[in-house]
């Protein structure tokens, strides 16, 4: 049977962060989501563990001090070389260049406005139900 990935939520707002936690654990996405306010330390993180058994689902917002989204894709990219990743881009951005350019990462899997919900984690779920683990 296929492992559940491990998912993670970059955010430098730590309410976002809670909410997100909630909902995620709620939807059976993962027990034990791992959270990020920095995204540096989060790809630090990664870096560490990548391996070719390694699933990964990443909830990233956009706009971030220090490192923003686009610059953690841009590493994220260019450093990781096994694992298996998938990455939900979630803002409060609703700029169409930005959703415009998440079509240059192919492991952007989709672009939503914050905060997430039960229904957009769930439909996540049964969209990608081999990759989870989960059956339709």
């Known amino acids: 049977m296929p492992t559940k990935p491990i ?13 997100h936690e909630i909902i995620i ?6 027990d034990h989501p791992e959270s990020y306010t920095d995204a540096k330390k989060a790809l630090d993180a990664i870096l560490l563990n ?20 686009w610059e953690f894709l841009n590493e994220l990219n ?6 298996d990743i998938k990455v939900v881009m979630v803002t409060s951005s ?3 260049i930005d ?3 998440c079509k240059n990462y192919p492991i952007v899997i989709d ?3 914050k905060p997430i919900s039960e229904d957009q984690a769930i439909l996540l779920q ?3 139900s081999d990759w989870f683990g989960t059956t339709s």
Do not use: H
């Open 50 to 69: 990548d391996r070719t058994d390694l699933k990964l689902l990443i909830f990233l917002d956009i706009n971030m001090p220090k490192m923003n989204g």
């Open 111 to 113: 672009f939503w406005e």
């Open 25 to 30: 654990q709620e939807t059976k996405l993962t």
């Open 99 to 101: 959703r415009e350019k």
């Open 78 to 83: 260019l450093k990781i070389k096994k694992a």
């Open 7 to 19: 998912v993670y939520i970059i955010d430098d707002d730590p309410g976002v962060v809670f909410l």
């Open 94 to 96: 609703l700029s169409r």
């Open 126 to 128: 049964e969209r990608y």
